[in-house]
């Protein structure tokens, strides 16, 4: 495709409930990154697949939240019971090869989350 | 662990001036990369501009430039001729020897006709 893909563009949950956001990263890059953007805490890491490599996960906020990558392409991000707090714009960015110190990385139109 | 800090959380231009946004960052690596990313209310993020730690020269796209001072760690945005479309969310964002991007709190940047 010619951009990096979300769906859904908007989710609606429960408290309680799981969710699944999905990725499709441009056709190519080997590198998928996912960030979270939320009123109280800005933009944040929080997981990133690297070729074959396993993931940098370090900014997961709990383990509630987990991700998976198929196939070196799309990427799905879970989050388990989820929380109030847990609300945010959910962004997904790929960028060619994570080898290239030059990274830029290009982003989806994110997944808007809220928890009631 | 690298910070990037905007401090002015809004700003407003009229159209045809210039304006400049700022950032500074703390990090103790050598080699990096800078970027601004631009944020309409669309959400999409797109990048402006970005600059090579290892460049003295600031860079320019068009009506975007970046003045970097290493030493400072400072990286300020200038945007002439400020168009209507300019209006957004403009991030800072640092990358290093870990890939994934450190952002500021974002400047919310109104062109005013």
Not at chain 1, 79 to 88: C, F, L, N, V, Y
Not at chain 2, 37 to 52: A, F, G, H, T
Not at chain 2, 93 to 98: C, E, Q, R
Request: aromatic share 12%; proline share 4%; charged share 20%.
């Amino acid at each position: 495709g010619a951009g990096v893909s979300q769906s859904p563009s908007n989710k609606v949950t429960e408290k309680g409930k799981d969710v699944e956001l999905r990725c499709d990263p441009i056709s190519g890059h080997t590198a998928l990154y996912w960030y979270r953007q939320s009123l109280g805490q800005g933009l944040e890491f929080l997981i990133y697949f690297q070729g074959n490599s396993a993931p940098d996960k370090s900014g997961l906020p709990s383990d509630r939240f987990s991700a998976e990558r198929t196939g070196g392409s799309v990427s799905t991000l879970t989050i388990q019971r989820t929380q109030q707090e847990d609300s945010a714009v959910y962004l997904c960015a790929s960028s060619r090869d994570f080898r290239s110190s030059y990274n830029e990385q290009f982003f989806g139109p994110g997944t808007r989350l809220t928890v009631l | 662990a690298q910070t990037v800090t905007q401090s002015q959380p809004e700003m407003s231009v009229q159209e045809a001036e210039t304006v400049t946004l700022s950032c500074t960052y703390d990090t103790s690596e050598n080699n990096y990369y800078l970027f601004w990313y631009k944020q309409p209310p669309s959400r999409q993020m797109i990048l402006v501009i970005r600059q090579e730690a290892y460049k003295q020269q600031n860079a320019t796209e068009n009506r975007f430039s970046v003045n970097f001072q290493k030493a400072a760690k400072s990286f300020s945005l200038k945007i002439s001729d400020s168009q209507l479309g300019d209006t957004a969310m403009y991030f800072c964002a640092f990358s290093g020897s870990a890939r994934q991007l450190t952002f500021g709190s974002g400047t919310q940047l109104t062109v005013l006709p």
